[in-house]
């Protein structure tokens, strides 16, 4: 089992800046794919960004620009930092955590740190 605790989120105006965490504990592997979702209230969950453990990064087109992610490996820990925020980013945000551990894909999901931002 792995384990994902998210923090970081709260509430700023537009324009301003938050960062977010996501440390993995428990049953991690070398290998990784760990990114970050976020979902709206009446929305379905959309992908944001990821990272995997050779340090490769994806973004959503929304997001590119204003949103970076990085990893501490030595620490299983991933990073968001969020510049220029916009209401439209308001929602939960999750941590995910991909593996192939003897042969068998797992994911895991945080329980999420919510991201306000007001006009």
């Known amino acids: 089992q792995v384990q994902l605790v998210e923090s970081g989120g709260g509430s700023v105006q537009a324009g301003g800046s938050l960062r977010l965490s996501c440390v993995a504990s428990g049953d991690t592997s070398d290998n990784v794919y760990m990114a970050w979702h976020r979902q709206a209230p009446g929305k379905e969950r959309e992908f944001v960004s990821s990272?995997?453990?050779?340090?490769?990064?994806n973004y959503a087109d929304s997001v590119k620009d204003r949103f970076t992610i990085s990893q501490d490996y030595a620490k299983n820990t991933i990073y968001l930092q969020m510049n220029s925020l916009k209401p439209e980013d308001t929602a939960m945000y999750y941590c995910?955590?991909?593996?192939?551990?003897?042969?068998?894909?797992?994911?895991?999901w945080g329980q999420g740190t919510q991201v306000t931002i007001s006009s």
């Open positions: 990272i995997i453990s050779d340090g490769t990064t």
């Open positions: 995910k955590y991909f593996d192939r551990n003897g042969g068998v894909y797992r994911t895991y």
